[in-house]
C-alpha cells in the first residue's frame, strides 16, 4: 500500500521537498492566467475607511509558518517567510522608503524594526504582520502602532 497522489503523505513519494518541484519535473502550463483586478470581497469598504495619520494593522496568513505546527516543523523552516512589515506602495512613497529596508514599528512600549515589503493587494493606512512569523510581534488590531516616528 502506498498513499495516493492527493494525500498528504504522498508529499515524499512525489516532490523533492514539501512545496517543491515534482520529482518527474513539472507538468504542464497555466492556462488561467490571474485577473488585475481586485476581489470584491476583499477591498476595503466604505464603514472602514482609515483616515490620514492612522495606522491598521492586519494579520498575513501564509500556508507556512503561521499555525503552530508548520511553525515548528523542520521540513517547512525553508518554506516561511522572514519577518517584514507589508505596505502598499503608496504609504511607502509617502514614508520615502523602499522594498527591503528596515521600517521602525512601536507597539505601545514594544519596538521592532522589521523589513518592508510592497504589497499591492493592501489599501493606503494598513500594515500587514505574517502571523505566527518568528520576530514579528502579537499585536491587537486594537493597538496604537507607530511607523517611523509616524504615528
Same mark, same amino acid.
Request: with cysteine; charged share 15%; net charge negative.
Given at each position: 500500500?502506498?498513499?495516493?497522489?492527493?494525500?498528504?503523505?504522498?508529499?515524499?513519494?512525489?516532490?523533492?521537498?514539501?512545496?517543491?518541484?515534482?520529482?518527474?519535473?513539472?507538468?504542464?502550463?497555466?492556462?488561467?492566467?490571474?485577473?488585475?483586478?481586485?476581489?470584491?470581497?476583499?477591498?476595503?469598504?466604505?464603514?472602514?475607511?482609515?483616515?490620514?495619520?492612522?495606522?491598521?494593522?492586519?494579520?498575513?496568513?501564509?500556508?507556512?509558518?503561521?499555525?503552530?505546527? *508548520?511553525?515548528?516543523?523542520?521540513?517547512?523552516?525553508?518554506?516561511?517567510?522572514?519577518?517584514?512589515?507589508?505596505?502598499?506602495?503608496?504609504?511607502?512613497?509617502?514614508?520615502?522608503?523602499?522594498?527591503?529596508?528596515?521600517?521602525?514599528?512601536?507597539?505601545?512600549?514594544?519596538?521592532?524594526?522589521?523589513?518592508?515589503?510592497?504589497?499591492?493587494?493592501?489599501?493606503?493606512?494598513?500594515?500587514?504582520?505574517?502571523?505566527?512569523?518568528?520576530?514579528?510581534?502579537?499585536? *491587537?488590531?486594537?493597538?496604537?502602532?507607530?511607523?517611523?516616528?509616524?504615528?
Amino acid at each position: 500500500w502506498s498513499p495516493g497522489w492527493n494525500s498528504p503523505q504522498a508529499w515524499n513519494k512525489f516532490q523533492d521537498e514539501v512545496g517543491g518541484h515534482l520529482r518527474a519535473g513539472d507538468a504542464g502550463i497555466r492556462l488561467i492566467e490571474p485577473q488585475a483586478q481586485s476581489i470584491a470581497f476583499y477591498s476595503v469598504c466604505d464603514k472602514a475607511t482609515i483616515k490620514a495619520g492612522d495606522w491598521r494593522v492586519v494579520p498575513m496568513h501564509h500556508l507556512f509558518g503561521s499555525d503552530e505546527l *508548520s511553525a515548528r516543523a523542520e521540513v517547512t523552516q525553508n518554506q516561511q517567510p522572514q519577518a517584514y512589515v507589508g505596505l502598499c506602495q503608496a504609504d511607502a512613497q509617502a514614508l520615502q522608503i523602499q522594498s527591503g529596508a528596515p521600517l521602525l514599528l512601536t507597539f505601545g512600549t514594544q519596538h521592532v524594526t522589521l523589513a518592508v515589503k510592497i504589497l499591492q493587494s493592501l489599501p493606503s493606512g494598513v500594515l500587514a504582520l505574517p502571523l505566527g512569523i518568528a520576530g514579528v510581534p502579537v499585536v *491587537s488590531l486594537s493597538d496604537k502602532v507607530c511607523v517611523g516616528g509616524i504615528s
